[in-house]
T-cell receptor
Framework: AQTVTQSQPEMSVQEAETVTLSCTYD???????LFWYKQPPSRQMILVIR??????QNATENRFSVNFQKAAKSFSLKISDSQLGDAAMYFC??????????????FGKGTHLIIQP | DVKVTQSSRYLVKRTGEKVFLECVQD?????MFWYRQDPGLGLRLIYF???????EKGDIPEGYSVSREKKERFSLILESASTNQTSMYLC????????????????FGDGTRLSIL
């Protein structure tokens, strides 16, 4: 079974600065998909960014980018120019390539990101 | 936009009651999921379904059952509610497929915060 580890229960960053959230995972598969989700106090889970394991290029979405290190099984999220609206719980998640996506995501325990004004 | 609707945002029930949590999605997705979210534990998969009347156990199915009589609706049932089932419950859906479709995110509802007294 796959496991996802987020070692930082809480992180704090000054507004406009850069912060990196860490995520490591354990799998025996060679093909899989990784996601970062954001959950603000409103509780809605929002997709931040996704990465296919077979792609070497790191995914980027505006101020959000990942550092995907397949050999190290690491998938960190970098948030540049942090904004107050980035304050939320962030979850790293893993999806197997088998099962047609039907077998759910495996989530880390989450990192609570605080933005200091 | 995909809409996943959970019938209740907050719910209070008593121990021993039979509890139904309802989830409806409007995008004709094949796959639907129920997760439980607890502080410090992240999201854990309870049950999932890849087609009408089909269901599979997730990581923590004990004490729960599910029903999927129609494609758009996926119900989570607590047969005899207990206090350790007090939690946030999140429903999600995604389309089925292989290859590129596997990088499609799961779409989440707003969650039901369930308290068992």
């Amino acid at each position: 079974a796959q496991t996802v580890t987020q070692s930082q229960p809480e992180m704090s960053v000054q507004e406009a600065e850069t912060v990196t959230l860490s995520c490591t995972y354990d799998t025996s598969e060679s093909d899989y998909y990784l996601f970062w989700y954001k959950q603000p106090p409103s509780r809605q889970m929002i997709l931040v960014i996704r990465q296919e394991a077979y792609k070497q290029q790191n995914a980027t979405e505006n101020r959000f980018s990942v550092n995907f290190q397949k050999a190290a099984k690491s998938f960190s999220l970098k948030i540049s120019d942090s904004q107050l609206g980035d304050a939320a719980m962030y979850f790293c998640a893993y999806r197997s390539s088998s099962g047609g996506g039907a077998d759910g995501l495996t989530f880390g325990k989450g990192t609570h990101l605080i933005i200091q004004p | 936009d995909v809409k996943v609707t959970q019938s209740s945002r907050y719910l209070v029930k008593r121990t021993g009651e039979k509890v139904f949590l309802e989830c409806v999605q409007d995008m004709d997705h094949e796959n639907m999921f129920w997760y439980r979210q607890d502080p410090g534990l992240g999201l854990r998969l309870i049950y999932f379904s890849y087609d009408v009347k089909m269901k599979e156990k997730g990581d923590i199915p004990e004490g729960y059952s599910v029903s999927r009589e129609k494609k758009e609706r996926f119900s989570l049932i607590l047969e005899s509610a207990s206090t350790n089932q007090t939690s946030m419950y999140l429903c999600a859906s995604t389309e089925s497929g292989l290859g590129e479709l596997l990088n499609q995110p799961q779409h989440f509802g707003d969650g039901t915060r369930l308290s068992i007294l």
